[in-house]
């Protein structure tokens, strides 16, 4: 079983900066992956990034390349420039083997970290 807990987020105004957290706790998997989802309101749930388990070159989705920078070391997602449109509840996922942009084949979940960024 593994636990995930995010903190980190809170209210920022566009162009600024804000860095997540998960930690996790219980077993790790050699070959498994761990990213960041998010889900804005009435929206479904989006790809961030994502990072293996044994670290390497992370993964991200368009939106935020270059913004946004995913560091293994308790899975840091640092966020620059922020944007109004990246307002959203951010959640921490790992899954036990590989690695998607799929939110259903995440196996742990944490309960996620609101960022609202103003305009």
């Known amino acids: 079983q593994v636990q995930l807990v995010e903190s980190g987020g809170g209210l920022v105004q566009a162009g600024g900066s804000l860095k997540l957290s998960c930690a996790a706790s219980g077993r790790t998997f050699s070959s498994g992956a761990m990213a960041w989802f998010r889900q804005a309101p009435g929206k479904e749930r989006e790809f961030v990034g994502a990072i293996s388990w044994s670290g390497g070159v992370p993964v991200y989705a368009d939106s935020v390349r270059s913004r946004f920078t995913i560091s293994r070391d308790t899975v840091y997602l640092q966020m620059n420039n922020l944007k109004p449109e990246d307002t959203a509840v951010y959640y921490c996922?790992?899954?036990?083997?590989?690695?998607?942009?799929?939110?259903?084949?995440?196996?742990?979940w944490g309960r996620g970290t609101q960022v609202t960024v103003s305009s």
């Open positions: 996922a790992a899954v036990r083997a590989g690695w998607s942009k799929a939110w259903d084949l995440y196996d742990y």
